[in-house]
């Protein structure tokens, strides 16, 4: 990675799962596992980056033609989880992340990982991967799923408050809720197209849309240089 003037103190707040972890596979596994025991057909790979979105009771609402009650979408969840962590066994880090973190890192720059997935399962998964030295902060979401990350995004960055600023802060994420968390405190985004959406629900978010991880790092040196 070359040399930017003015990124020194650039912050990049990563997302994980279809991220930096390549999991999609799984969690169409996952998906399908939970759509068998609940009656609904499987659902492809297109079809799933076309129709998800968070919360991801609404991602259910597309698909059921309703709003799931509170205790259809705690089956589902726990279906979902249930089988994705079957599935996740196999899953390895997305091309080059591990790489992209180290220079990241070596470049005297900050970087810090925030996820929707249960922080009690995320910590221990991450530092499996043995990534989690690359990280002033990791952090998933506590308390109840199905939420967006927007309010997560702001105490994470409140957190993080002597280390970067959010005019100087890129998230990188696979999620149009990456960007809308970003611009949620004034950060920039980045979005994936190897996770959950395809890239045509991507671009309209209105934020650059890449579809490696690489590349992602470089247009986030540019957004802050």
Same mark, same amino acid.
């Given at each position: 990675?070359?040399k930017?003037r003015?990124?020194?103190?650039a912050h990049?707040v990563?997302d994980w799962?279809?991220?930096?972890l390549?999991d999609i596979?799984a969690?169409?596994?996952?998906t399908n596992a939970?759509?068998a025991e609940?009656g609904?057909?499987?659902?492809?790979?297109?079809?799933y980056?076309e129709?998800y979105c968070?919360?991801?009771?609404r991602?259910? &609402?597309?698909?059921?033609?309703r709003?799931?009650?509170d205790?259809?979408?705690?089956?589902m969840?726990?279906i979902?989880h249930?089988?994705y962590?079957e599935?996740r066994?196999?899953?390895?880090?997305?091309q080059?992340?591990?790489?992209?973190?180290?220079e990241w890192?070596r470049?005297?720059?900050?970087?810090?990982l925030?996820?929707?997935?249960?922080?009690?399962?995320l910590i221990?998964?991450?530092?499996g991967y043995?990534?989690?030295?690359?990280?002033l902060?990791?952090?998933?979401?506590?308390g109840?799923?199905?939420?967006s990350?927007?309010?997560h995004?702001a105490?994470h960055l409140?957190a993080l408050a002597?280390?970067?600023?959010?005019e100087?802060?890129?998230v990188?994420?696979?999620a149009?809720?990456?960007?809308?968390?970003?611009?949620?405190?004034?950060?920039r985004?980045?979005l994936?197209?190897g996770?959950?959406h395809?890239?045509?629900s991507l671009?309209?978010?209105g934020v650059?849309?890449?579809?490696?991880l690489?590349?992602?790092? &470089?247009?986030?040196?540019d957004?802050v240089?």
């Amino acid at each position: 990675m070359g040399k930017h003037r003015g990124t020194h103190d650039a912050h990049l707040v990563w997302d994980w799962n279809g991220t930096l972890l390549d999991d999609i596979t799984a969690v169409i596994g996952a998906t399908n596992a939970a759509f068998a025991e609940i009656g609904l057909a499987p659902i492809t790979l297109e079809r799933y980056r076309e129709m998800y979105c968070v919360p991801v009771p609404r991602f259910y &609402e597309r698909l059921l033609g309703r709003l799931p009650t509170d205790e259809e979408w705690d089956s589902m969840d726990g279906i979902f989880h249930r089988y994705y962590s079957e599935h996740r066994i196999g899953c390895g880090l997305t091309q080059g992340a591990e790489e992209l973190l180290g220079e990241w890192r070596r470049a005297g720059r900050s970087q810090s990982l925030l996820s929707m997935f249960g922080h009690d399962e995320l910590i221990p998964i991450v530092r499996g991967y043995g990534i989690e030295e690359h990280f002033l902060r990791v952090e998933g979401r506590r308390g109840r799923s199905g939420g967006s990350k927007a309010i997560h995004m702001a105490a994470h960055l409140a957190a993080l408050a002597d280390a970067t600023a959010p005019e100087r802060t890129v998230v990188i994420g696979d999620a149009a809720d990456d960007a809308i968390a970003a611009a949620h405190v004034g950060a920039r985004a980045v979005l994936y197209t190897g996770g959950s959406h395809s890239r045509a629900s991507l671009e309209s978010v209105g934020v650059p849309v890449v579809d490696s991880l690489e590349e992602a790092v &470089e247009v986030a040196i540019d957004l802050v240089a």
